[in-house]
């Protein structure tokens, strides 16, 4: 690779070809400020349109400024980030954009969240120079079950256009109008419930303002604990636990189960479960109908369906559901960890409390918001009755406890309660992309081969690259399997297998980068993908220090089969614990 | 914006102007361009059939249509008025014909009158500067317009 | 056209036919039937002739009479008295505004006097829907000797010695921007006509195009071979539905021919040309922007690098040029690089259309040698400034451009010294303004079609522009404030310095040429609130001559706002706040009682 010097603020640095002004910079600790560029590297999901112009720098001979995230070096170059030009130019088109912002930082729900507002904190705006009654751009808000739409507060970065259209390639959003006007909206500026967004929230996750911001339950949720007619429960994801620390000052990567349990409790949850133990109730049906699907076909069967994918994922039904809707027989009927625990604990824990199901009120803590939609499609309840009434980020958690004025720091380790707290290390890793493959071969491995599996990691099956293949030896039987997280990657792979260039008895999706610790209702990474990886890592550390690492090993989801469920896919289960898939109704 | 609830037709239409471009996402303007000459304008409903065409998003297609001015989702009236606002017929004084014209009218740059016999559009040179102000109506080029004659150009448009 | 003994050309540009030239045409045609001169004359609808002001335009050679506004019903005088009898219709002749004489011949008028058509050199004098006559006057010469005889790089060479600089705005070498293309290897590449014109006020290319579109298609065709292309797109705006007809015909006719399509002239070398339109955005004059709109996209530019001739359409090496700059090259190679060297200055070689509009005796498009000055043109071409008024300003360059004055009148036009005078070439159009334009109202109306055609893409365009117009609007109703001048003249450097492509990083010009020129009429409208020009509405004050007034009650029906009170045959007062001067009270009084300042 071709290497050169450049001069950066009167010290010098050698760089690659190809190396941005804004990265040479980095190099040598100068952190030029950017607003609209964003690179996730350890994901490669790159967005730099140039925008912004807040990260101009100055270089010789050039006549106008540079973006420094978008020009490359050259040979020779000198450049300037900090002289009189470039930071009146900053600051004024700092200005320039706060002006066309409306100024409710106060109860902005992105405050203290917000880039802009760090931003023009750092760069020291005091006064905005601009016409009284400067004109500002206005939209019509847009509320969904998921996420909400206030773009006053759009700056035109358009990491969400990219996000939807390139990474995700959902196709909900597109920039449209043009000049001052120009907005990035759904077709025809509709509301996005009407357009074929999945939920996936990705859009709210690199949102540098409060232009998208999840849909909040919280007060919802105070409401139903201050009542004393109701039972509140409420279950937690497993990858609310790799982030929650984080906004609390904690590095990521660190894991706070038992703070995390102490502080549900401490909010006044009657009961403290684990979605985790539903996750290991989904790989025992999951891994039935995958089991079944594959001795069928082994037998000699052609009209099986094969793959089978998964379906904890809400956005990932959403997407096929819009885009595969002739391959709505593929995917696993069973429903998502969220919705089994929803349903178990409305029905049999219910009747074992003796509680009526309207006075139970189940709550979720997820690190997604697809899942504030799935816990509202109407097949998910009774006579009107949810059986997830709730279901809250884990961003909401964190200010829910804020609020109630816990300190989590000083929070002792508890334990979830009994029965549906209970979870293997199978459960934990459904957080992570390659998490949910992996447990279910862990059980469907010993229960093909009726051998016990003498090492349990499959470490072919993780890793953050966006589309992975691995074939695992079933004693003799090779099973091959397929991964993908964010829903390009889905879509690439969904193409090659109708198109017959894969062959998979399985495949795992996650709509958001890394699988569910990436997810929109997490802490916010700000644009730096090691975050990411940090809490992948954890949740592998959660299941290796679990003593029972495998869903089918899980006492009590012994108990409750032998107890109310019979057996995997019995009548019960599947009235209970599977779903069915729409076509969604387009216009 | 409205919409147009689309017969057997119309899909008909959409269909050639589509195949005569191989349904290539890469002719979007083009497709675009000869759909709004079969139609008048490019309603919803057109436009969300010709993203299936192409197998692109809708999104995207309204994201194009909002971009450039000659795309328009609002039929034009049966006389479209076009008055000209490049810079010679600025400063021969396009905008007072263009207030005189929204005045009889009553109607805004870019409605139509609510029988919709005229809509009025202000345009980007045509390059009849010699004319200036220019106005069209239809084909029609009306030359050296005052505000004055406004009202008797209007009036020669009896049906 | 040998076999006729005369000709009479009319123009079937865009101007002339919104003013009946194409029922001239019929006209003549039936007359010269009708008397049995079918042998003799022949009627040719050619392009743009140029001098718009006077069109419908008809041209008789050979003896190059110019019969100006010409009507249907004038053409069996011109038929029987000129074409059968000999003599002139003296009453259709242009005539000289300052010595009142008609001018028999167009060799001998001001207009044309001062002129040097390259670009423009067949626009009417051929008929641009026929091939043959293109041919006649040495059409597709150039290709052929090129593609027979030169290696392209022979041929990138003598464009580079031509000195042939891009007529769109930019003036990058385009000798140099074809080598470029050249170098940068791959299987496919294309040549791009950016024929978007969007400039309010500039309609050169629009005129070359109907009126020499085969220039246009020889020049695509020799960039191809230059650079190794065999693809050709026009970008045309959808606007212009007569070019758009005369070039696809002309591409028909060539391919006829062999000069377009696989194998041309027999040899090795294929090209070809297909048409897209733009759909009214000004933005995608920018290249990049182009190519995206060309591809099916919101025509939003990209940052550069990549530039086009490494990675342009479909990810291409693209060569980009404007159609002035193609129709230029086919002479280049005709009279050689030496030739159009000799023309212009030092750093702007040869000539550059221009279209002249506003306050000008003469609107019209016309080509003159770099190095004219603009007294030349405004005074002797234009023909000065109408009905006597005093000359003021001068826009060049369009929205991208600036403001010169008086003291520029003398300044030799080119490249460079547009530039340093605080403005620019642009694509050519010329705005001539006089002592009743405001030169704030001028700067926002430029801001007024820059918002409006900002893609908003880039901050800085998208609200800075908005907010120098809204700064601008605020000087022009009078509310303005000193600072205002300093806040924009701060944030039009900002714009220019920060914005991501062309249309960002120029459009302040105007606003920093007028406050340059012009800061005492911004002072006269923020400290004096007067609008010295009398252009502003806001800042009218309208009083009543006591003296004058008879009391006739006549201002006070016609105020629409009940500003005017007196009593009956007494002197009435307007009331300066309630007035919102609308100068109805001005246009009723019979009596000149009414005083504006």
């Not at chain 1, 390139?166 to 909206?185: I, K, Y």
């Amino acid at each position: 690779m071709e290497k050169f010097t450049i001069k950066i603020d009167n010290t010098e640095v050698e760089v690659s070809k190809g190396t941005t002004i804004y990265q040479a910079a980095k190099q040598i600790g100068i952190d030029i400020p950017v607003l609209c560029y964003l690179n996730l590297e350890h994901l490669n999901i790159e967005s730099r349109p140039g925008g912004c112009r807040i990260c101009v720098v100055e270089v010789e001979g050039r006549r106008n400024l540079a973006p420094s995230c978008s020009t490359e070096c050259t040979p020779g170059m000198v450049v300037n980030t900090h002289n009189m030009r470039v930071m009146n130019a900053r600051k004024t088109v700092l200005e320039l954009i706060l002006s066309d912002h409306p100024k409710e930082c106060l109860t902005c729900s992105s405050s203290g969240q917000c880039d802009l507002q760090h931003l023009s904190q750092v760069m020291g705006i005091r006064e905005i120079h601009a016409v009284e009654n400067a004109e500002m751009s206005t939209y019509r808000k847009d509320v969904s079950p998921a996420l909400k739409r206030d773009m006053d507060k759009c700056i035109m970065c358009r990491r969400c256009e990219t996000i939807c259209n390139d990474v995700q390639t959902v196709g909900a959003l597109s920039a449209v109008n043009r000049g001052f006007m120009s907005v990035v909206a759904p077709a025809f500026e509709q509301d996005l419930i009407d357009s074929p967004c999945t939920f996936c929230g990705q859009c709210v996750a690199v949102c540098p303002t409060g232009a998208l911001t999840p849909y909040d339950d919280t007060a919802k949720v105070l409401r139903a604990l201050a009542d004393p007619s109701k039972t509140v429960i409420v279950q937690t994801a497993p990858a609310v636990r790799a982030a929650l620390g984080e906004e609390f000052g904690l590095e990521p990567g660190t894991l706070v189960t038992g703070k995390m349990v102490a502080a549900l409790r401490s909010l006044g949850f009657d009961k403290i479960f684990d979605t985790d133990f539903a996750a290991d109730l989904t790989i025992m049906e999951e891994g039935a109908e995958l089991l079944g699907r594959i001795s069928k076909f082994l037998a000699g069967d052609k009209d099986v369906k094969l793959p089978i994918l998964t379906s904890c994922c809400p956005a990932w039904v959403n997407f096929f559901e819009e885009y595969y809707p002739c391959m709505l027989d593929i995917p696993s009927t069973a429903r998502s960890p969220q919705q089994m625990f929803g349903s178990i604990a409305k029905n049999y824990y219910a009747e074992l409390m003796g509680v009526k199901r309207e006075d139970l009120v189940v709550v979720s803590v997820m690190p997604c918001l697809a899942k504030k939609y799935e816990c509202a499609r109407e097949e998910f309840s009774t006579n009107g009755n949810p059986d997830v009434d709730f279901s809250i980020s884990t961003r909401e958690l964190a200010s829910l406890i804020k609020s109630c004025n816990i300190n989590f720091d000083l929070l002792p380790d508890e334990d979830f309660d009994n029965p549906l707290g209970e979870s293997t290390g199978a459960g934990v890793i459904f957080g992570v992309t390659g998490g949910v493959i992996e447990a279910a071969v862990r059980t469907a491995y010993e229960l093909f081969t009726g051998k016990k599996l003498d090492k349990i990691d499959f470490k072919e099956l993780r890793g953050l690259e966006g589309i992975r293949m691995a074939s695992i030896d079933f004693n003799g039987t090779m099973i091959h399997i397929g991964i993908a997280h964010q829903l390009g990657n889905a879509r690439k792979l969904l193409d090659g297998i109708r198109s017959g260039m894969y062959n998979f008895h399985a495949i795992e999706i996650m709509a958001c980068p890394g699988g569910c610790i990436g997810g929109a209702g997490q802490p916010l990474h700000h644009g730096n993908s090691k975050v990411i990886k940090a809490r992948s890592e954890a949740i592998y550390r959660e299941d290796s220090q679990k003593t029972i690492r495998k869903s089918h090993e899980n006492p009590y989801i012994v108990k409750l089969y032998e107890e109310y469920l019979g057996h995997p896919m019995s009548e019960k289960a599947h009235h209970l614990l599977h779903t069915h898939y729409f076509e969604k109704n387009k216009k | 914006m409205s919409n147009l609830k689309l017969q057997e037709c119309h899909l008909k239409t959409i269909d050639e102007v589509c195949d005569s471009y191989k349904n290539d996402p890469g002719d979007l303007i083009k497709i675009l361009h000869k759909a709004q000459t079969a139609f008048g304008y490019l309603p919803e409903s057109v436009q969300r059939e010709i993203a299936k065409r192409l197998k692109i998003s809708v999104a995207k297609v309204y994201g194009v249509v909002t971009f450039y001015s000659f795309f328009t989702m609002t039929p034009k009236g049966k006389h479209a008025i076009s008055v000209c606002m490049g810079t010679a017929c600025y400063v021969r004084g396009a905008e007072k014909v263009v207030d005189e014209f929204k005045e009889h009218l009553k109607i805004k740059v870019g409605g139509v009158t609510e029988d919709g016999k005229f809509s009025l559009d202000c345009l980007r040179c045509v390059g009849a500067c010699g004319l200036a102000p220019v106005v069209l109506i239809g084909e029609k080029v009306y030359g050296r317009v005052e505000p004055s004659q406004v009202k008797e150009i209007l009036d020669s448009y009896t049906d | 056209m040998a076999q006729y003994k005369m000709h009479l050309l009319v123009c079937g540009g865009t101007g002339c036919r919104a003013s009946q030239s194409e029922q001239i045409v019929e006209n003549l045609k039936s007359e010269i039937k009708n008397l049995g001169l079918e042998n003799d004359a022949q009627v040719v609808t050619t392009g743009c002739f140029g001098f718009c002001e006077k069109g419908p335009i008809v041209k008789i050679i050979p003896d190059n009479t110019f019969y100006t506004q010409v009507k249907p019903e004038d053409c069996a005088e011109i038929v029987t008295e000129h074409v059968l009898k000999g003599r002139k219709v003296n009453r259709l002749l242009y005539e000289d505004p300052e010595t009142l004489k008609h001018i028999e011949d167009s060799k001998h008028m001001g207009f044309y006097q001062k002129q040097l058509r390259i670009a423009l050199r067949n626009c009417g004098f051929i008929d641009p829907e026929n091939i043959d006559e293109y041919i006649a006057r040495d059409g597709y010469a150039a290709i052929g000797k090129i593609i027979t005889e030169m290696t392209p790089e022979a041929a990138i060479d003598i464009m580079k010695k031509s000195g042939l600089r891009g007529r769109g705005g930019g003036g990058f070498p385009t000798g140099l921007k074809w080598e470029i293309a050249s170098k940068n290897k791959a299987d496919q590449k294309y040549v791009v006509c950016n024929a978007d014109e969007g400039d309010p006020g500039a309609f050169m290319d629009r005129s070359i195009l109907e009126g020499d579109p085969h220039s246009v298609i020889e020049a695509m065709a020799i960039c191809g071979y230059c650079i190794g292309a065999t693809k050709g797109i026009v970008y045309i705006r959808a606007e212009y539905p007569l070019a758009i007809k005369r070039l696809k015909v002309a591409a028909r006719q060539a391919r006829a021919y062999g000069l377009l399509g696989e194998k041309i002239l027999g040899t090795d070398f294929d090209f070809d040309i297909e048409l897209r339109y733009g759909a009214g955005a000004f933005v995608c004059g920018e290249e990049t922007a182009l190519i995206h709109s060309m591809e099916g996209h919101r025509g939003e530019p990209t940052v550069k690098p990549p530039f086009p001739a490494e990675k342009g359409y479909l990810g291409k090496p693209t060569n980009v040029n404007n159609v002035e700059t193609f129709a230029n090259v086919p002479a280049i190679f005709l009279k050689g690089a030496e030739w159009f060297a000799s023309i212009g200055t030092e750093k702007s070689k040869g000539t550059k259309v221009f279209a002249l509009a506003g306050k000008i005796n003469n609107v019209g498009l016309i080509e003159v040698p770099m190095g004219i000055t603009l007294r030349e043109v405004i005074f002797e071409i234009g023909g000065g400034i109408k009905d006597g008024k005093k000359f003021k300003a001068v826009q060049t360059g369009g929205p991208s451009g600036g403001c010169l004055t008086e003291k520029h009148l003398d300044t030799p036009i080119d490249f460079d010294n547009l530039i340093a005078a605080g403005s620019m070439m642009g694509s050519g159009g010329m705005i001539v303004m006089d002592e009743d334009d405001c030169m704030v109202s001028v700067a926002k109306f430029y801001l007024e079609f820059t918002v409006e055609e900002s893609c908003g893409k880039c901050a800085p365009c998208r609200i800075g522009n908005k907010r120098l117009h809204e700064i601008l609007e605020k000087i022009c109703g009078g509310k303005g404030v000193e600072e205002d001048i300093e806040y924009l003249k701060n944030l039009s450097r900002v714009i220019k310095d920060t914005s991501l492509c062309g249309l960002g990083q120029t459009s302040p010009n105007p606003v920093l040429s007028t406050i340059e020129h012009f800061y005492d009429e911004y002072l006269a409208h923020v400290k004096e609130r007067i609008c010295p020009a009398g252009s502003c509405k806001a800042l009218k004050l309208y009083t009543i001559i006591s003296d004058k007034c008879t009391g006739c009650t006549a201002c006070v029906r016609a105020c629409p706002v009940d500003a005017i009170t007196g009593e009956k045959r007494q002197p009435h007062v307007i009331d300066a706040d309630k007035c919102i001067r609308c100068g109805a009270c001005y246009d009723k009084c019979k009596f000149t009682a009414i005083h504006v300042q």
